[in-house]
């Protein structure tokens, strides 16, 4: 016997539910989380198995892994490298100009790129730039993550949210978003939120100076452990004497002898041979040390390694992102020397004082790992490890001979497709595969560059989408939010959406609260008569400001490098969000009249 509507309308709000739950609270991974919503709506007879598995042949999975393909290809031939470092060439030492024109840069970089990708692109030039400018990175960060969203927002390929939400819109027999219709709203959204970090943003921004360890904030400290050899000169000197009483500002903070640690030893304490240092310095200072005699950074290359050549072995800064495999396991656990062939000599986790030996601490996202490697090791490290690279001494190796081949198939598929000489789908597709067939792209890394976790989310919030819409749910919630705004006017109705989305993509994918709301914003356009894509429009954007929270994979990226605290990202975030929405609500319904 079928479900009374009501029972079935009530089954698709836990579904929801629990589904907000989950992603918020991130037990499950979000592609997971999709995998189960699809099988309770199968589960409750809500959806038949055909109707449920509707999401994953969606063409906005094609388009999305497309563009994915093809940004790949660009960074991989040094496209947008190039680019990123001509623009960042014109900035200068002012701190407001440097601010300006990174915002710009990676505001047009994340037009077409994933804004984590353009983050990931930007993020080592930011690093660099900070320390040969003076300024605290903190003042240059946080803006490129928010720009990176910001960017976003201008084309219909700027996000996944943005392609997700226009292929949805066939299901309700509503044309999709074409590829610049995102545009005009999104260049009057970016342009003041530009100007709103050169002017009020850039005082609200962190700037830690007097709260730094170190003078030159713009070099981390890292703990690190220190061998003394038992013919090393320093056996039986006190820490205040000899070579480690001229580093002043390399900081011991701990010694392991004979099993037993020693925290904080004072100045008058005696080194002996056999002595595990724990200390905490700046990458110099760390280095400096490494030279002083019968002293070895502990799992460092050894200076008789004479098989090595000079500049095959390198020094590099790693942030771990949050689906790299180091997070939540010590270096030990991993036998990271012997399984990857590199060396973890030092660690960064701001706001943390570290007394445990550095193979011993369960890494999280955001923590920076300085590594020594050869450079084959290194290049094929953030591929391996999903490590973002900073503060690499060399360059990465990009097949710039096809630097010229990738920009033409990537500017070729966005003309085809916006002209409409093919679908764009079509003209996507077809140039992710001309990308390998040119081999700016090699086959394998193909499959690492789509974001596999992200195509199967969308897949399955498309599937509740639907449900959503044929159990009445979005009849419900819509006669619920008119009854509740009816006093207001059509315009609070259409706020409301924005702030509900807002709310909701926060803790969870944008994707996913983009999907989530918008069929209950267009049953709700449709039954009061008015423009469908008006709310549309609303929820894409709204669903970009994941300005609030630092759980943004961009935010993420940035929140250990800029050391920031989540309250950073609140104060900075709220009224950048409060921005985007009157922007909005002024400018959509002009663009997208009612």
């Known amino acids: 016997m079928p479900a009374m509507p009501e029972m079935n309308i009530l089954i698709t709000l836990l579904i929801m539910f629990f589904a907000v739950v989950l992603f918020s609270i991130e037990v499950l991974s979000v592609d997971i989380v999709s995998i189960l919503v699809v099988l309770a709506l199968i589960f409750f007879r809500l959806l038949s198995p055909e109707q449920a598995f509707l999401g994953f042949s969606n063409t906005a999975l094609v388009m999305i892994g497309s563009i994915l393909i093809m940004t790949s290809g660009l960074i991989k031939t040094g496209v947008a490298d190039r680019i990123a470092h001509v623009i960042l060439n014109w900035s200068g030492h002012s701190p407001r100009r440097l601010l300006f024109v990174f915002l710009i840069t990676v505001g047009l970089i994340s037009s077409f790129i994933n804004n984590v990708a353009a983050t990931a692109i930007l993020l080592p030039s930011a690093v660099s730039v900070a320390r040969v400018a003076k300024i605290n990175p903190s003042k240059l960060l946080m803006p490129l993550s928010f720009g990176s969203m910001l960017g976003g927002m201008c084309t219909l390929i700027g996000t996944s949210t943005n392609i997700a939400v226009s292929e949805a819109l066939s299901t309700y027999k509503i044309a999709p978003f074409s590829l610049f219709d995102f545009t005009p709203i999104g260049l009057i959204i970016l342009f003041c939120g530009i100007l709103f970090f050169v002017t009020v943003g850039y005082l609200l921004l962190p700037d830690r100076e007097k709260e730094a360890v170190i003078e030159d904030y713009g070099i981390r400290e890292y703990l690190s452990e220190l061998k003394v050899m038992p013919a090393s000169p320093l056996v039986g000197t006190r820490i205040s004497e000899g070579a480690f009483g001229k580093l002043h500002d390399l900081s011991i903070v701990g010694i392991h002898r004979d099993g ?42 050894k200076h008789s390694d004479k098989d090595l050549e000079p500049g095959d ?38 706001g943390t004082c570290l007394r445990e030996k550095v193979g011993r601490i369960p890494l999280r996202v955001g923590d920076v790992l300085l590594l ?72 394998d890394e193909v499959y690492k560059s789509v974001n596999w976790h992200l195509l199967i989310l969308i897949g399955g919030m498309i599937s509740l989408g639907i449900a959503v819409e044929q159990t009445g749910t979005a009849k419900f919630l819509a006669d619920l939010i008119i009854a509740l705004t009816a006093d207001y006017g059509i315009y609070a109705l259409l706020g409301s959406f924005f702030i509900l989305t807002v709310i909701l993509t926060q803790p969870m994918s944008n994707v996913a609260a983009a999907l989530l709301i918008l069929p209950i914003a267009i049953h709700t356009a449709q039954k009061l008569g008015v423009n469908p894509k008006t709310f549309a429009m609303t929820v894409a954007i709204a669903a970009s400001c994941s300005f609030i929270t630092p759980l943004e994979p961009a935010s993420v990226l940035v929140y250990g490098s800029g050391r920031y605290r989540f309250l950073d990202f609140v104060r900075v975030g709220l009224p950048l969000t409060i921005v ?9 319904p002009i663009f997208w009249p009612l």
């Open 580 to 588: 985007a929405f009157i922007i909005s609500m002024i400018f959509i």
């Open 260 to 301: 037993k640690n020693i925290y904080i030893p004072g100045d008058h304490f005696i080194i002996e041979g056999g002595d595990s240092l724990l200390v905490i310095g700046s990458i110099e200072n760390l280095a400096r040390a490494d030279q002083i005699d019968g002293v070895e950074i502990k799992s460092g290359f």
């Open 372 to 443: 020594q490697g050869v450079s084959d090791r290194i290049d094929a490290l953030g591929d391996v490890l999903k490590l973002i690279i900073i503060g690499d001494v060399t360059p990465e190796r990009f097949r710039t001979k096809k630097a010229g081949m990738a920009l033409v198939i990537f500017l070729a598929s966005i003309i085809a497709g916006a002209a409409g000489i093919i679908p764009i789908s079509v003209s996507f597709l077809t140039g992710a595969v001309l990308m390998v067939l040119s081999k700016c792209l090699y086959t």
């Open 313 to 350: 072995v390198r020094m590099v800064e790693a942030v771990i992102a949050a689906d790299s495999l180091l997070e939540g396991k010590t270096l030990k656990d991993l036998n990271f020397r012997h399984t990857y062939g590199l060396s973890a000599i030092a660690l960064y986790r701001h």
